[in-house]
């Protein structure tokens, strides 16, 4: 059976998880939560209303730190004290990258810098993984499946920024983390879908709000093919490649490693569209943008053998299920269920799916 987080290893352990207030980070602070972890926070308010966050634990609670600001960064982690940190605080948006490059890179790339720098005055650090995209890889467009050595590239402002972010991780890393002998990774995961997210330029959350308009949902590049995988799948990688980082003293680890659904699935941006719709019980009404729009990739697979054969890692959900949990997620939440409940349901069947 593919590894799930154990509950030994995180109850009771101080972890410091960016981006908390996000859609992944809300995720993966629940699940942290079941387990016992002690978790802190670090990041900025939710930006949407409703939100993810808001939902599972109600108004923030932590002072919010922006990731740009290092004595704001370094005064939390010093707080935190942390032995564990999963970093996912990020401008996490393309097409936004595009409207503001100067905050995209220094979110992603300045932000991870002043996280790392202040982790360096941590004492009995563990391990810290750094998330950042499968959109790191100088993605030729040709379909074939981008592997942890392949270069790194970035033709927009987003996947240059997180590119750039790898770089800036094996910096620190040979020059102050491996010296320490704390382990310090990336994972770079495909297309996340999953409940309670709210973001702009995003198919799932632009399906959702169409279907509540009454409006055709705008899909700029229809045919286009991505890994997708329920929000789920990464986190609970995340976790496991986190509790092996801090097993792993001496450094026999991937430093990187790709995070994707199966290689012989594939699944359009439009099939998933109509997916979602069929499972939400309304027709699918669809309509390209007026204008240009910014270039994508027509295809972006990764190859994630790599956490196959050396964490024995392998997702749970077929791209179509991840779809459809996605679907019942929305559905639930438009007829007022509970759902913190059921978002904490979800990741106790997650938890109990053979793999």
Known sequence: MSPLPSPAFWRGKRVLLTGHTGFKGSWAAAWLRTMGAEVSGLALPPETAPSLHALLNG?????????RDPEAVARAVAAARPRIVLHMAAQALVRRSY?????????NLGGTVALLEALRRVPDLEAVLVVTSDKVYDNPGGGRPLREDDRLGGADPYSASKAACELAVASFRSSYFAP??????????????????????????DLWRARRTGRPVEIRYPEATRPWQHVLEPVGAYLVYLEALAADRHGRLPTALNIGPSPDEELSVLDLARRFADRAGAPLSWCRPEGPQPPEKPTLTIDAGLIRETLGWRP???????????????AAFDRGDDMRALTLAQIADYCRRPV
């Open 59 to 67: 108004p923030v609670p932590e002072p919010c730190v922006d990731v």
């Open 99 to 107: 409207r503001d490059p100067v905050g995209t890179f220094a979110t």
């Open 180 to 205: 320490a002998g704390v382990p310090l990774a990336t994972a770079r995961a495909g297309n996340v879908i999953g409940g309670g997210d709210w973001s702009e330029d995003r198919i799932v959350p």
């Open 316 to 330: 749970a959900l077929s791209m179509a299920e991840a779809v459809d949990w996605t679907a019942a997620w929305y």
